[in-house]
């Protein structure tokens, strides 16, 4: 290749820097970026230094405002920022994790902004779009965000995405992209996946649950999409189409428990009010109404996921495989051995006998 080849190519691969590069999403992204030739460099960035060798490591905290000056590289600022540097661990203190979240992306888009940075990309999720008997399926990228903060991270995940809108308006320079996977599995732990380490579906009485769902390596590469511009704007991704609940109840062997609605939302609310489940009632929701994303902007681009809903599905079962939750709750190894199914049998009649409770209440009325 000539030296001017070689300059034009240079021209137009991009130096990219990835936020949470030592674990989970973002180190699989640093990975994959490193690897590219279309990729020029790639600054990872995290508050430790993590396995990929070939990028270039910066320590420090998100929050950092000295994060402006480690996006210039000789001077040379990073072309492309994505943020994945996000605490979404259900274990986390709510306050600690928001304050964290939230306060992290003010300074990587306050921070990209002052450094010259062309263009942020953010990751937040699908839920968003809020789950609700009404909405089209699928839903288009544009459709109105009509979540509500009573879902874990959800209201940390819309405040991201206000601080997107936001930085557009502030910072006239600077695109901003925003990725909203479906849900997500692959070393993924959360409510939804925990819905699938219990004895028992709970299924919500005339609900119309639709599940679709994300593969991490599907997320990462439409992340790359996004890094090297090939998408722009509100970006949804998943896999193509979705399962309707008796699918899901087929294909994972689990059989459902079904219970009216005023009982499982009454009693997930209960429960994670005296702190004996980390998820709270609204995370029940998106296990009763449909939130599936069309992807169509990806797809338009020219991206097509790698996975199907029913290899992910199969994966999750494989990855849940010996672990026992309750109402959100994971049992612990003790726990599990000691009781096993049987604690969980065990809730599961608790929560039957609130149902029976509530019956005879009705029929005395």
């Known amino acids: 290749m000539s030296s001017s080849e070689n300059n034009v190519r240079a021209a137009r691969t991009p130096l990219v820097a990835v936020t949470g590069a030592a674990s989970g999403v973002g180190a699989l992204l640093t990975r994959r970026l490193v690897a590219s030739e279309e990729v020029k460099r790639v600054l990872a960035i995290d508050d430790r230094r993590g396995e990929v060798a070939e990028a270039e490591w910066q320590v420090v905290d998100v929050r950092d405002p000295a994060l402006a000056e480690r996006l210039r590289r000789e001077g040379e600022p990073a072309d492309v920022l994505v943020h994945l540097a ?25 921070a990209a902004a002052a450094a010259g940075v062309r263009r942020v990309v953010l990751c937040t999720s699908a839920m968003v779009y809020g789950a609700h008997p009404d909405n089209e399926v699928p839903l288009l990228e544009d459709a109105e965000l009509r979540a509500t903060a009573d879902a874990t991270t959800v209201g940390d995940l819309l405040e991201v995405e206000r601080l997107a809108r936001r930085a557009r308006r502030a910072h006239p320079g600077l695109e901003v992209t925003v990725v909203r996977p479906a849900m997500l599995v692959g070393g993924v732990d959360s409510a939804l996946t925990r819905y699938f380490e219990s004895p028992r579906l709970l299924v919500v009485a005339d609900s119309r ?16 999409y996004a890094a ?15 399962l309707e609940q008796e699918e899901v109840e087929e294909l994972s062997g689990i059989r459902r428990m079904e219970l009216p609605s005023t009982v499982a939302l009454g009693a997930a609310s209960r429960l994670h009010r005296i702190g004996l489940t980390p998820s709270p009632a609204g995370d029940l929701a998106y296990t009763m109404h449909p939130w599936v994303v069309s992807g169509s902007r990806l797809h338009e681009a020219g991206w097509r996921p790698s996975w199907t809903n029913e290899e992910v599905l ?48 009705r029929r005395r009325l």
């Open 86 to 110: 996000m605490d979404v661990d259900l274990e986390s203190h709510p306050a600690e994790r928001t304050a964290y979240n939230v306060r992290g992306t003010q300074t990587v888009l306050t």
């Open 209 to 224: 649950p639709c599940w679709q769902f994300c593969h991490v390596e599907d997320l990462v590469s439409a992340l790359e």
């Open 228 to 242: 090297l511009e090939k998408v722009t704007g509100e970006v949804a991704v998943g896999c193509d189409g979705w």
């Open 314 to 361: 199969a994966a999750l079962m494989e990855e849940v495989a010996g672990r026992h939750t309750v109402a959100g709750r994971r049992l612990g190894r003790k726990d599990a051995t000691a009781a096993g199914a049987a604690g969980a049998t065990v809730a599961l009649l608790g929560t039957a006998a609130l149902v029976r409770r509530a019956r005879k209440a």
